[in-house]
Nanobody, 130 residues
Framework: VQLQASGGGLVQAGGSLRLSCVAS????????VAWFRQAPGKERGIVAA????????FYTDSVKGRFTISRDNAKNTVDLQMNSLKPEDAAVYYC????????????????????????WGQGTLVTVSS
């Protein structure tokens, strides 16, 4: 599975962006997918995750009510709609796929640790001006 993230850019505080993760590979629908982010000088951490079917989602507390993760398995895409953006949301955003908590996995969704994710996109930069 290869992942490509896009949609980052510069936005004013309070604005919106929609990130997209496009995957290659017929088995993408079997994976749980997450968005992580890493701000300068900080560790990378999970932002949101979605189960293989799309039926379950997870959000870190700081983005609840503002971000929405969704997927379209027919199109091999996972999107992250980000509303009411704050300066502290500025970071490089990465999408990642995890088989262990996917359709055929043995781990409970959501998996939060980045080392559990087998495949990563290249990252897309989100800048939020105050």
């Amino acid at each position: 599975v290869q992942l490509q993230a896009s949609g980052g850019g510069l936005v004013q505080a309070g604005g919106s962006l929609r990130l997209s993760c496009v995957a290659s590979g017929r088995t993408f629908s079997s994976y749980a997918v997450a968005w992580f982010r890493q701000a300068p000088g900080k560790e990378r951490g999970i932002v949101a995750a979605i189960s293989w079917s799309g039926g379950r989602t997870f959000y870190t507390d700081s983005v609840k009510g503002r971000f929405t993760i969704s997927r379209d398995n027919a199109k091999n895409t996972v999107d992250l709609q980000m509303n009411s953006l704050k300066p502290e949301d500025a970071a490089v955003y990465y999408c990642a796929a995890d088989l262990s908590s996917g359709l055929y996995g043995n781990k409970r969704f959501p998996v939060l640790a980045e080392h559990e994710y087998e495949y990563w996109g290249q990252g897309t930069l989100v800048t939020v001006s105050s």
